[in-house]
């Protein structure tokens, strides 16, 4: 009876992954477990180095509206795509509208008076010439008549003093020849300052025309700023993207500090790592990047490395290293944190085993992996990396060559029977890794 329950105990304890007691191996020896046993692979790979960090939208905008007001409508909600241009708030509008019909009639009456000034003068499309204005016109045809018959008269007075001192007319006709002479050419003055006066009129009223031209180029101002204040009451998608919160409702009244809406662009993320300073002179703009995250644990993110902070943080000593991502698919969002290699120049060599040789332990935390020597598999905690398909990086414990075990039946299972412990006898089959270009 005693045999049979040290066999049963023995049986028990390899069921459990635990070495048998030494006392009851010797009354039955434990069986051997068969397994596949395969070799480590050495396989050269980029150079890299794993920093951690966050996904950040490539734009995000608060927006805040143009002008202050009561909102009339939000048609647009949380999680909603948006693009460049849609309405995402209607303000009520009414006063500006109220504006913008006193702003169009102020234009109306404005040009009015424009027209008016150069009616008044005469102007039409040409260049602005006084003699052209019929007060002035009218003045200078008056000028030049009594040039004309200052002339006569001069001639005429000249022309008697000539004869007074032949002796053929007398000298009372020669004065009233004179008298009418100094009469002509005081009406010649007169009519030139007429006329001059009339052109300075003509400029004048030029001038009310240029000051009702003005005031009309100022109403078309007014009004455009009225125009503005009646767009500016629908608020508007500055480009394509997702809307990530929408503070306000129809009925509240919003201040030109106030949120709207938040919407951010996905199509392309940026990845911020923070990198130790002693990886500057390593980090270059255009590496590429590989990027894990927690919710797609088997999918690596190809980015490229962007732009490179060339401050570091005097307290972290680091510096952050930006990587875009293309997201066609909108897998990636903003605020994921990841895990993220960069790929440098140069190659390595790493150590690679199957998949599913690797064990993970829940209790502790941590992968392990069995190792053939002598006929048996021993425990080691090892350090993981990146998966190439069936096959996964082996950073830390475990060197190239090494046998590694994979059980036949239950050892990832957690089943009874057949499990492997540290220090079973394994009965192997030598397996081939799959190779990989």
Known sequence: MKAIAAVCIAALLAGCG????????????????RITEVQAQVRNVPAS???????????????????????????????????QGQVICELDHRDAQLKLQQAQAQLEEAGAAVRQAQSRIGLGTGAFDPNQVPEAAAARANYESAQAQAKMATADSQRYANLVNTGDVSKSAY?????????????????????????????????????????????????AQAEKAVSDTTIRAPFDGYITARPVAAG?????????????????????????????SRAKVGMTVLARVSAYPDRDFTGKVSAINQSIDPNSRAFILEARF???????????????????????????????????????????????????????????????????????????????????????????????????????VTGKAKARS
Request: hydrophobic content about 40%.
């Open 18 to 33: 635990s070495k048998p007691d030494a006392s009851t191996a010797s009354a039955a020896p434990p069986q051997p477990i």
């Open 326 to 428: 293309a997201n066609p698919d909108g897998a990636l969002r903003p605020g994921m944190f990841s895990t993220a290699r960069v790929l440098l120049p140069a190659g390595e060599d790493a150590v690679f085993v199957p998949r599913h040789a690797v064990i993970r332990d829940k209790t502790t935390d941590s992968n392990q992996v069995y190792v053939v020597q002598g006929g048996k598999a021993h425990l080691r905690v090892v350090l993981t990396g990146e998966s190439d398909g069936d096959q996964i990086r082996i950073l830390s414990g475990l060197a190239a060559g090494d046998v590694v075990a994979i059980a036949t039946q239950g050892s990832n299972q957690g089943s009874s029977e057949g499990s492997l412990y540290d220090g079973a006898p394994v009965d192997a």
């Open 175 to 223: 004065e009233k020849a004179h008298t009418q002479q100094e009469t002509a050419e005081a009406q010649a003055n007169a009519a030139k300052q007429q006329y001059e006066g009339a052109l300075n009129a003509a400029r004048q009223s030029y001038q009310i025309v240029s000051s009702s031209q003005a005031s009309l180029a100022s109403m078309r101002a007014q009004l």
């Open 49 to 83: 180095f794993e920093e951690t960090g966050s996904f950040v939208a490539d734009e995000s905008s608060d927006i805040a509206p143009p002008v202050a007001g009561r909102v009339l409508a939000t048609p647009v909600d949380v999680g909603a795509f948006v693009q």
């Open 252 to 280: 509240e009244y919003v201040a030109l500090t106030a949120k709207i809406a938040t919407i951010v662009r996905i199509g392309t993320l940026k990845l911020q790592l923070l990198t130790p300073e002693q990886r500057a």
